[in-house]
């Protein structure tokens, strides 16, 4: 009589092991989806500390900027002195008057100021508070433009914070 063949394939794994490898790969997507999930409200949550410490810069310097908004152009930027420069991520102030002229800025600012300018022009047109993020050629920034109230309601002009976000991105 003649030989049947059976044929085998070169490689063959036990039902158990191929059980494994399945629960073994579901397992890893589900660990990969929540890693996802985590560090998504990680970054959700860094950037609303970012907006809470920009309001906080934005309410201490409310005052200083709208004395200074008050006095000309050279006396207001002298006026502020220090205090639109910035730190380790807080990149600079700006002050800007109603008309959108920019009053006196910090250091770090002027590489973005065709930037501040649009959110300066939202913020007057708008008269209410704008928060965005931008990203440029080299940086990736969190800025929020506060409008400057007189005593009186009317709006005096703007204050403009920035912060490098370059670092919630690593």
């Known amino acids: 009589m003649g030989k049947i063949m059976t044929s085998k394939s070169p490689l063959y794994l036990p ?8 629960i073994a790969a579901l397992v890893g997507l589900l660990i990969s989806a929540l890693a996802w999930f985590q560090i998504e409200r990680e970054r959700r949550n860094d950037l609303e500390e970012m907006d809470r410490r920009a309001y906080v810069i934005a309410h201490q310097m409310a005052y200083p900027a709208q004395v200074a908004l008050q006095l000309p152009d050279s006396e207001a930027a ?3 002195g220090s205090m639109l420069e910035g730190y380790r991520r ?3 102030l700006a002050v800007y008057r109603n008309d959108g002229r920019l009053v006196a800025a910090g250091k770090g600012v ?3 100021t065709d930037l501040l300018q649009q959110a300066v022009g939202q913020t007057l ?3 209410k508070d704008t928060v965005a993020t931008r990203r440029t050629a080299d940086a990736h920034i969190h800025l929020l433009v506060s409008v400057i109230r007189a005593p009186d309601g009317e709006p005096q002009g703007v204050l403009a914070v920035l912060h490098d976000l370059v670092s919630l991105d690593e």
């Open 15 to 22: 039902n158990s092991l191929r059980m494994g490898l399945l």
């Open 78 to 80: 002298t006026a502020f």
């Open 90 to 92: 807080l990149i600079g």
């Open 110 to 112: 002027a590489d973005f």
């Open 125 to 127: 047109a708008e008269a």
